[in-house]
């Protein structure tokens, strides 16, 4: 059972450390600094590496600078399409600060 899944497409940067934040919506801002995670893929819900949380914080969506950008190992207006296209119309998100700890 996993704890939080990525677009597949995400796999290669996370598993890289490539990408070390996500921008989720309130449903996903329970998670608390500490805590590992098992995550998965959100095509299949397969495994593939454990992360740690390190923060979670409220950012707006007109709050995203070039640092979580950089985070996401995305431009920032490639970051802003792709919540966008995620959770259309929506202003209020969590940053999900996190470091891998485990590959599958
Ligand atoms: C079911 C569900 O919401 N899954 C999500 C949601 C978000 N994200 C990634 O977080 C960042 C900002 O949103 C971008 O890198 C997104 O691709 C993801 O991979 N999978």
Known sequence: MNDITFFQRFESDIVAGR????????????FTPGQQLRVGRYEDDVYFCTIEVISVAPVALDQLT??????????????????????????????????????A
Do not use: C, W
């Open 66 to 103: 070039d640092e979580h950008a950089r985070q996401e190992n995305m431009t920032l207006p490639q970051l802003k399409e792709v919540i966008g296209e995620i959770y259309p119309g929506l202003i209020e998100l969590y940053a999900i600060v996190f470091k891998r700890v485990a590959t």
């Open 19 to 30: 990408k070390t934040i996500t921008l989720r919506d309130a449903s996903e801002s329970h």
